[in-house]
């Protein structure tokens, strides 16, 4: 049996499912009186066929989660020992106790395991992305944003600087999935201090692109450019009016549609749309509009005359 059925490990649920269903079996038939054991394994350092698909990001994955690679020697002494115990199921995981104690995120099925160090209080605000970024000037701070962002990319995906993060590729393209893209949104919201979409990763599809909207989202005096200020200025405005619903609804779907749209420009803009996709969206003329023009195109889209 498999250890990611005992720690439930990402990205592993079928397989995870699987060992479970032999971990319950082996109970159940040592229940029934017959013979029934289960070992729920942790890695070993040789090679096996199973881990031979395994790759660097994985391995890294599984280390700074705090498991180690056993020996060929001592995982057979510890198969000896699980045989001798008399239990129906056992789990010999090498853990990195040094590590999962400095962890802040230890998992709780192995808190009880390690002694985890005390935590440092945070400061209001001075601990928040928010407060770090404005005590710098204003000059500095979109780079300083993107510096974070990808150190967090190089920790979600183990990698062992930021500086191997390219600031324009996509993120599928640097590894990430479903699971890394919600810890790693976990990550920034936290640092942020505030709420961000599950999607964030999915909606900003590069460090850079990303690193500009969560500047936006920040400090949005700093990201604040002329072009198009007026614009958003007005549909901001509109959250103060009192109005029905029927109305609220009509420009909620038109805004939605606006967005979509939206992105997709930006995706383009960022060379991570596919060929053609800017000319299916009618926006093409948006990079290069007045502020006047700009407005116009709201007021046509949306209905705000």
């Known amino acids: 049996s498999s250890a990611a059925g005992v720690f439930g490990s990402p990205g592993q649920a079928n397989y ?21 054991q289960s070992l729920s394994w942790g890695l070993w350092e040789e090679t096996s066929e199973l881990t031979a698909t395994l790759g660097d990001a994985e391995l890294r994955r599984m280390t700074a989660g705090g498991v180690l690679p056993f020996s060929t020697e001592d995982a057979l002494a510890l198969f000896d020992r699980a045989l ?6 056992t789990a010999p995981v090498r853990l990195d106790r ?12 192995l808190r009880g395991l390690v002694r985890a160090a005390p935590r ?24 300083a944003l993107l510096e974070t962002v990808r150190a967090q990319i190089a920790a979600v995906l183990k990698y062992g600087t930021a ?21 790693l949104r976990n990550r920034l919201a936290r640092m942020a201090g505030t709420r961000l979409p599950t ?33 958003v200025d007005r549909l901001e405005a509109m959250l103060d009016d009192e109005r029905d619903e029927a109305e609220v609804n009509k420009v909620t779907a038109r805004l939605e549609t606006l ?29 290069s509009a007045s502020e006047e023009e700009l407005l116009r195109y709201i007021d046509d889209e949306i209905g705000l005359s």
């Open 84 to 89: 001798s115990s008399g239990l129906a199921h």
């Open 98 to 109: 040094a590590r999962l104690a400095g962890d802040d995120d230890t998992p709780a099925l």
């Open 16 to 36: 995870a499912a699987a060992n479970v269903f032999l971990d319950a079996l082996a109970a159940y038939r040592r229940g029934q009186g017959l013979a029934g």
């Open 259 to 287: 967005l979509l749209r939206w992105r997709e420009r930006s995706r383009t803009l960022a060379g991570t749309a596919p060929a053609g996709r800017a000319e299916d969206t009618g926006a093409d003329g948006l990079d």
């Open 120 to 143: 440092r209080a945070a400061t209001p605000d001075a601990q928040t992305l928010r407060g770090r970024l404005s005590a710098l000037p204003a000059a500095e701070r979109a780079e």
């Open 199 to 231: 999607t964030l990763v999915f909606d900003y599809p590069t460090p850079k692109a990303l690193s500009s909207h969560l500047l936006g989202v920040l400090l949005p005096e700093t990201a604040a450019q002329e072009w198009g200020k007026e614009a």
């Open 163 to 183: 500086d191997q993060i390219p600031v324009t590729r996509p993120f599928t393209e640097l590894g990430f999935d479903s699971l890394t893209a919600v810890e």
